[in-house]
């Protein structure tokens, strides 16, 4: 709440009833990177309202409702993270979430969807690199969504030597 310019990092969250790591209402420009939230009856990671700029890299959010629940947020880039085995969505975009990244993460055995955007609300986010690998791997009722970028050379999730869309495992 109004917390500006944090770093959350090396935190382990296990069973807790609703939200692992929340960053919320006006806090920006915060990192939140090597942590684990699993078993979180909502949310592994949650980014809501004004959490605006910050930057979520090489987490793990795996058996929660939501391994990412992204509400109201704009400028964040979430990279390299993995969001496995959620009982909702691996990544959930719900309304006003724009030009945010979303590259470099394993999304993997999620049951309701890989990635769920919800509201078409949401515009000019970035989706690429990708690995996606779940019964519904993606759901977008966005406008603007871009799910791949022109093919850049460097080690793509899957190990080729080009990076442009997702992986799609079927």
């Given amino acids: 709440y109004y917390s500006n310019n944090n770093t ?3 935190n382990t969250v296990t069973n807790s ?3 692992g790591i929340h960053v919320y209402f006006v ?3 915060n990192i939140v990177q090597n942590n684990r939230a699993t078993g979180c009856g909502q949310f592994g990671i949650r980014l809501r309202d004004g959490a605006d700029h910050c930057l979520i890299y090489n987490n793990n959010a795996s058996d929660n409702g939501d391994g990412i629940n992204l509400d109201g947020c704009e400028f964040t880039t979430i990279t390299n993270n993995t969001f496995n085995d959620n009982t909702k969505a691996g990544i959930y975009i719900v309304v006003l979430v724009d030009n945010n990244t ?4 394993t999304i993997e055995h999620n049951i309701q969807y890989g990635l769920r ?5 949401n515009s000019n986010n970035m989706i690429y690199n990708n690995y996606f690998n779940n019964t519904n791997n993606a759901y977008d009722e966005s406008v603007n969504a871009n799910w791949y970028i022109e093919p850049v050379s460097g080690t793509s999730i899957i ?12």
């Avoid at 979303?102 to 993460?105: E, I, M, W």
């Avoid at 190990?159 to 079927?170: F, P, Q, R, V």
């Fill in 27 to 29: 806090s920006q420009y």
């Fill in 159 to 170: 190990g080729t030597s080009y990076i442009g869309g997702n992986y799609w495992d079927d």
């Fill in 117 to 121: 955007v919800a509201n078409s609300g």
């Fill in 102 to 105: 979303f590259a470099h993460n």
């Fill in 8 to 10: 959350v990092e090396n």
């Fill in 17 to 19: 009833g609703t939200y």
